[in-house]
Structure formats: structure tokens, C-alpha cells
């Protein structure tokens, strides 16, 4: 399919020097509206030509204002990065609204993996379509992404290299490591072209260019970045229609997730006492056994106002050494999150190997909160569902534990916990009359609710509905599912 | 020296139960007086009871809201963590201003790893210099720094765990681990006892804690929390007192370092293209082995406006390969930044193992710009000097090769290139007022650099001065620099 990009298109040096002051000029505008823009813009350089890619990175660099550049080329993974899921280092790497980010070296880096046999297909594949999903993830959240793919024959890449080594003054960037690019670029090729094909999107395509002539390909670049850039400068993306509001709608009355949840349920105090010691030093054995195997757990809990997450919490992490768990409690995204998309908070907090990292509120927010108060647009929460399951399913493959907890109480258990608050002193500020407000959507909650964990429950990840009414049985309840699931994660890992 | 905090100190269950929950709502509301505040909380929970230390770390966050506390346990250092200097790690997590962190496990296990060996008697008197150098920092920067160490005797240890182990709702959570870091306790005692006292300072006393009783134990460590907090929300912190104005004064018309320089200097075309050539292609290979060898670089580029720093930067990134640097341009900190230590944004674009970070400008804009225009206070750009020493010197430690450089020209060469600026249309967003009015400040700016150069040149990272009226020159020198200094290093590390 890259021979279709070889029709011998240069500049010559004449046309390039006329033209590139302008076009640095545009460059270097464009970058200036996009600082107050409410975008991002992401570049990737891939290529069969990694002397071309890596000539692109710093020309993009010298023409535009390097201040509002972020460059990042991907090597091997660190170990902090292995342990987390595959996207991870991508994420953290993403451009806030406003900035600019260029990627380099990790498409190409995948397929040579592949042709190398260094991953497998099953793994590849998987890649492959986290790396499609992402891209859709961003572009529908306004994300501007470019990417090009450099191409050089293999021949016309020899000569060069030979050209090059011949002059003393142009030879010194080449050695070994060069040649051994090129040797493996036959076998390396096909799955480069898989890449090109599978993650090829209506709102991000690939521009392959043509990169014999170095002119050529610095203002085809160029260009299309300029292009690509003022367009989106000057139109607002489109949010993307929202589905009819029957696909979600309000199915009032009707049976639903949390109406069949039997909130009588309850412990006696001994019996409470002897079932939590008796989990709790089972899950105290399962963590060790998970932070020695290097597997790590995730544990996200939503609940009512008042249902005893913190309460659910701290029994569980009473049974973690310190050193084990984070606990990452989730408020209204601070402005710096706000410059991202609504997941990027949430991967930066992945676990590092063999930990838990246990959320106090979580990524659900957006189909819970934001789109009951409208904080989100219909279209927004509404693809947020596939974005989780996604977000979610590359934790599992990961080989992490992952699970997630509602804790149910009646509107009547939640008023009297209300006003036990009222009159416990230190724990007066967590009541506030927003507390008071929400009870009066507690209907859309519950619908909500039994879409969210409808849609979201998945095999590998899934939802545990707690009757908490009993602070008691709750927590015995959470921990018995912890210990379960975490149980079997590890026994399949074996 | 631990002995004397073992004097049978004890809180009865009922006179625990009667205190608690005042204390929880005395620490709550400071907790949300704090969010408003300009400093930040570091509290160390460190001891020789690690059981205690763990339990105190849970307290701690169930008697405060959790929400507003990060809790960092130091474990075995990751890969990217151990090609940083030492302390990155904890530079990375440090509390912004309004915030609070709880750090736990890592000066414990500092005593432990020098018992069995694991790092030698230089590591750990620079660890401990560098520990005591970061305190220092925080205190005089406004940070409150609570240190605990949690003592129980052996013995009482031993009886603890046999008592548990004997009752299954309380003996869980003991395993081999526990009564493993007990018999390594004889050997580590003395290196904990020498870890309080160097690290014991005006502004960050080590506070023991008798830890027999763990009543005692929570209420005492909570109390010195909060009477701390306290105190420190009623009143501000000192900057301390500036040095009498000799010591950094103006030695208006003498000799200095820059009036030395011969600004004279030049290449012809062809000279420069050679001469460019030879050290690129040379820097090109160094940089490559430094890679191999997992050799980190941090070159510090200031200089005057307009004397050229982004071209001699462009001409170093384009002998190495994209991955392999990063640019980091510095600007006025951002909001976020500014709720740290100012150095604690350098602190966080450390390269990882065997890359190279540029920066364009540094943190010698504390003695440079913020002295000058009054950003920083007079103590601040003061004790800046050392602080800087000290950063620098951590790298090079750590086997990094660290070079700065300060670009000279002429007022009237300066002059010559504004202007010319202005009549280059992509490089006129690079000209401001401001630029213009800096030019007033010179002779101020000579006397600065002066003392910055005399101030912090170490035999271990020094600064060029650089002749750079001829760009040409400037390139050349630099690069040649560059490759003297990375081969030095890459030699000494055979």
C-alpha cells in the first residue's frame, strides 16, 4: 500500500527557501491562537524512514516556538510503565488544552516488536485497538490528531545512507544501528501497514508522505499541520449527536438493579467481629501474595451520600500494610484536570505493581453525576460507557484485579445518617444542603444507576451491588467480595 | 539514645474515648484552614515498631478527612527512580502549598539497607546530607516538617506480636515479615539513632514517641500535629533575615567575570562548517555510549536576551537522536509550580537513565531575574546559592554530566539583533517592550551573573562562559564543551 506514495514529488531548493518563512510564520501564528484555543493537538511521526522521522521531530521543532512543543519519543518500557496498562505511558503523555504534543517512535517500535516475535498476535491485536480507541476517545473530546507516516524506499534509503557516509561533513549521524533499522524493514513493513490500516479514523486519518526529497516532506508536513490546525481554529468541533433519549431513557417504576437489592439484610455484633477479623487477614494474606506476584488491584466504590464508603474503606484498608494501597478520594476535576479528557486523571493514578489503588468515587462520576447536573452533554456521557469498559478491560488484560462497588441505602436510612452527622461534631463538614438537594433526584439516580451497572458489567470487571442499610453487613459483604475476586485473579495467574 | 523515651507512658481506654473526638474535630478544621494557606505539611512517621508506624499512618488518616492527605510509603526504588538522584522520589512527592502529605517507610529502611550492607558509608552520609540540605529547604520555604519516631522496645515488640498471634481476631495481620524485622533490629538501631540525630534541626525537630501503648502513641503524635498546624496557621513564617548587602553588593566597575571575556572571537564559514561537523559528529557517538552506559546529561543554557541560546541548542538536538533529549523550555512558573519549592520543577524534568535534558533558561533564574526584579525575597535569592550547589550536586553523584552556560554579548550586539528581529517576520514574537527595558537593567544583571558564576562553579558542574558576538563561535565552543565534558565523565564511569 506505501508504493501508492511514490511518484517522486520534490521541492527544489529555490521553492523550499521562498517558501519556508511564511509558512514559519503561519506556524508559529496558529501556535499562538492555540494557547488560548480549548483543544489539544497531538502529531505523530511514524515511518519507514526512522532517519526521516527523526530529522521531521527536530525540524517541527526548529520551525515552530519549542516552548509549546511537547516532544516525547517511546523506547522501551520502563518498569513502572510495564506494570501499568499497555496505554499508560500514551496517557500521561497527552497534551493539555492549549498545547501541542509530538509523538515519535512507538508505532514503529510495535510492529518491529511484532515482526521480531517480541509480542505476540493476541497482544498486538489488543494494542491495535486500544490504540483506535483512544483515538477516538480523543478526537470526540475536541483533540486535534495529525499523523503521518514518513516513507522512503528501501533502495532510495541505502543510497542515502551510502550518499551520507561518503561526506564527511553530512556522514556523522549514521552508524551500525542505521543499517540494522534498514536490514529489518522487509519483515517490519506488513505489520506497519496493519497499523496504518486498523488505527486509520474519519477524524484521524494518516498522511503518508512521501520522504525521498527532504524539502518535500518538511513542507508537506508543514502544511498539512497548518492546515489542519487553522481549520480547526477557526470551526468548533461538533459534539457529535446525542442518541434519542429513548436508548437511555428513564424507565420509571419499572424493575431496575438496585429494586431487587434486599436491604434487610444484617449482622449481629459478634457475628460482624468474627467475619471481619476472619477477612480481613485473608485479604492481609492475598495482598502479600498479590505484591509478590506483581499483581495489582483496583478498587473503585460509589454509593449513596451517606451509604459508609469511608467507613467500607478503611476496613479494608486496615487489612493493607501502608505501603500497599493508595486511597485516591475524586472531587470536581481541578482546573488542570479540566484540560484533559475526563479519563486522564484516572489513568495517571493506575497502581504501580502489585499495589492497590482503591478510588473514593471514581471514573462513573460522568455517567452518575455530570450527567444527572448536566456537567456533561448527552453525547458525552452517553459514549462514556464504552470509554470505561474500555479504560477497564486494558487493566484486566493487564492481569489486574479490578472491581467495583455500589453501596445501596433506602432514602429513609440516608436521612437518619444525615442527621446522626448533624450532631457528631467532627463529622458536621461532610453534610452540607447539596446533600439535602440531591435527595430530591434520587429517582434519576437510581435509573442512572441501572444503566450504569447494566452497561459497565463486564466478566472481568465486575459490578458488586451492596445491600448497606447495615453498616455491618456491608463491610463483611465488600471484603467477602474482595477476597473472592482477588482469590481468583491470582490462582488464574498461576 | 532511645532509651530515654522509655518511661511507661500510658492512656487509659476511658480517657482515650473522652479525648478523641474533640481532637478529631480540632484536626478536621485545621485540615480545612490549611487548604487555604501558602505552605504545605510534610509529616514523617518513621520507627523502629513498624507495626506501630503502619497503625499510626491508618490513624492518621481515618482522625483527619482522608481527602486532603497524600500518603507516600517509600519502598524499593523503581528503575526510573534509580537512575534519578536520590532524592527525586521524594522531590516528586511533595504536598503543593494547602496540602499535606504523610511520608512512611523510607528512612527506616535507609538504616536497614546500610546494616545489611547494601549501600556503603559514602551513600549514606550523602543521603543523609541531602536529607538534611532538602529539610532545610522546606523549613526556610514555609513548609511545616513533623517528624515522629516511634519507639517501642524489643521486647515489649516481641510481647505484642505472641500476645496477638494468640488471638485469632487480632493475629492476622502478623507473619513472618514482622517477627523477620525484629531480629534485624539490633543491627539497625545505631544507624536510626545517627539518621535522628543529623537530621534533627531548629525548624524540624524529631519528635519520639514512646509507642508501647498505642493509645498514647495516636494521641501524642496527633496532638503535636495539631498544636503545630495551629500555631502555624495563627502566625506566618519568618523568611528569616537577609544578609547585609555587602555580602551580595554591587561591585560597580570592577573587574567581574564577564568583563574578561573576549567578545572578539570568531570563525569564518567555512572554519565553523568543519569545526560544527567534527563535534556534532563527535557529541553524536558520546551520546550514544552515554545511552549504552545509562549516563545522564542536564546542560543549563543562560544568557543574555538575544545572545543566541536557542540556535547553539538547536545545534547540540541535532546530533542526537529524538529520543534521546528534551528541551525544556523555562518561563514565569505557572500557578501550579508556584505552589512548590522553585526547584521543585527542575526537581521533576530530571532525564531518565542515559538521556540528556537541555534547559532553556534554569533555576538560576532565582539569582538572576527574580533577584533582579524582586520576585524573590532577598532571603530567598540568598540562600539560593547553596540550595543550587546541592541540586547539582546530587546529579553529579549520581554519575550525571552536568554543564552550564552562560552566552555573552554586547549591549550593542544585542541592540543590532533586536532589531534585525524585527525585521524577520517569524521571529518578531520573540521581541517585546520588555526586552527593551531589561536592557536598563545590564549593569545589575552584569553583577548577578558575577556572583552566580563565582557562587556555584563546582569542580563537578561548571560553568562556561561563552564568547558570543560571532554565533558561530558561541556553536562551536559550546559543542566542543559538551563533548570534553560527557567524555570526561563517560571515561571516569570505565
Redesign the interface.
Known amino acids: 500500500m506505501l508504493e501508492v506514495a511514490e511518484v517522486g514529488n520534490k521541492v527544489d531548493k529555490a521553492a523550499y527557501k521562498a517558501a519556508v518563512?511564511?509558512m514559519?510564520?503561519d506556524l508559529?501564528n496558529a501556535q499562538?491562537d492555540l494557547r488560548n484555543a480549548d483543544f489539544s493537538v497531538v502529531i505523530w511521526i511514524a515511518g519507514d524512514d526512522h532517519v526521516a522521522?527523526?530529522d521531521m521531530?527536530?525540524r517541527l521543532?526548529?520551525w515552530m516556538?519549542?516552548?509549546f512543543i511537547d516532544?516525547r519519543?517511546?523506547?522501551e518500557l520502563?518498569?513502572?510503565e510495564a506494570a501499568r496498562p499497555q496505554l499508560w505511558r500514551l496517557w500521561r503523555s497527552l497534551p493539555p488544552k492549549g498545547r501541542m504534543s509530538i509523538f515519535?517512535?512507538g508505532l514503529m517500535r510495535a510492529a518491529t516488536m511484532r515482526a521480531n516475535g517480541d509480542i505476540d498476535e493476541a497482544d498486538f491485536s489488543r494494542w491495535l485497538r486500544h490504540i483506535a480507541t483512544m483515538q477516538d476517545q480523543l478526537v470526540s473530546d475536541g483533540t486535534v490528531v495529525l499523523k503521518f507516516f514518513l516513507h522512503t524506499p528501501e533502495k532510495k534509503q541505502r543510497k542515502k545512507l551510502k550518499a551520507a557516509e561518503k561526506d564527511?561533513?553530512?556522514g556523522?549521524?549514521i552508524?551500525q544501528r542505521d543499517w540494522a533499522q534498514l536490514e529489518k524493514l522487509g519483515p517490519t513493513l506488513p505489520f506497519a501497514e496493519r497499523i496504518l490500516s486498523e488505527t486509520s479514523a474519519p477524524g484521524a486519518p494518516w498522511t503518508i508522505v512521501e520522504s525521498t526529497n527532504a524539502r518535500y516532506r518538511d513542507l508537506t508536513v508543514a502544511r498539512t499541520i497548518l492546515a489542519a490546525l487553522t481549520a480547526r481554529l477557526e470551526q468548533p468541533a461538533n459534539q457529535g449527536p446525542a442518541l434519542a433519549d429513548s436508548v437511555f431513557g428513564d424507565f420509571d417504576g419499572q424493575a431496575n438493579v438496585l429494586s431487587g437489592v434486599d436491604l434487610s439484610k444484617d449482622l449481629d455484633k459478634e457475628t460482624y467481629?468474627?467475619e471481619l477479623?476472619k477477612y480481613?487477614?485473608?485479604l492481609?494474606?492475598l495482598a502479600?501474595e498479590a505484591r509478590d506476584k506483581g499483581i495489582s488491584t483496583v478498587l473503585a466504590f460509589e454509593g449513596w451520600d451517606a451509604a459508609g464508603k469511608?467507613g467500607v474503606i478503611?476496613r479494608v484498608?486496615?487489612?493493607l500494610?501502608?505501603?500497599?494501597y493508595?486511597?485516591v478520594?475524586v472531587?470536581a476535576p481541578t482546573?488542570?484536570e479540566r484540560k484533559y479528557h475526563y479519563l486522564w486523571r484516572f489513568w495517571r493514578d493506575m497502581p504501580?505493581g502489585g499495589r492497590f489503588v482503591i478510588f473514593?468515587r471514581t471514573w462513573y462520576g460522568r455517567v452518575l453525576v455530570e450527567r444527572i447536573e448536566g456537567f456533561a452533554q448527552p453525547a458525552e456521557w452517553q459514549r462514556a460507557y464504552d470509554e470505561i469498559n474500555d479504560f477497564e478491560s486494558s487493566m484486566v488484560e493487564r492481569g489486574m484485579y479490578v472491581a467495583k462497588f455500589w453501596l445501596h441505602i433506602s432514602p429513609e436510612e440516608q436521612l437518619a445518617r444525615f442527621q446522626a452527622r448533624e450532631d457528631?461534631?467532627?463529622k458536621q463538614?461532610k453534610i452540607t444542603d447539596e446533600d439535602y438537594r440531591n435527595r430530591e433526584k434520587w429517582d434519576d439516580y437510581v435509573n442512572a444507576v441501572d444503566q450504569m451497572v447494566l452497561r459497565t458489567t463486564t466478566d472481568s470487571a465486575r459490578w458488586h451491588v451492596i445491600p448497606a442499610n447495615s453498616k455491618y453487613y456491608a463491610r463483611v459483604a465488600t471484603l467477602k467480595a474482595i477476597t473472592k475476586g482477588l482469590e481468583r485473579t491470582l490462582r488464574r495467574a498461576q
Chains 1, 2 share one sequence.
Do not use: M, S
Not at 321 to 324: L, N, S, T, V
Open positions: 518563512p511564511q514559519r510564520l508559529v499562538y522521522a527523526n521531530v527536530n521543532n526548529e516556538d519549542a516552548r516532544t519519543v517511546f523506547a520502563t518498569d513502572e515519535a517512535g564527511p561533513e553530512q556523522w549521524w552508524d467481629r468474627r477479623a480481613q487477614a485473608k492481609h494474606r502479600i469511608g478503611r484498608t486496615q487489612a500494610e501502608a505501603g500497599d493508595r486511597v478520594p472531587a482546573e488542570e504501580p473514593d457528631t461534631p467532627y463538614h
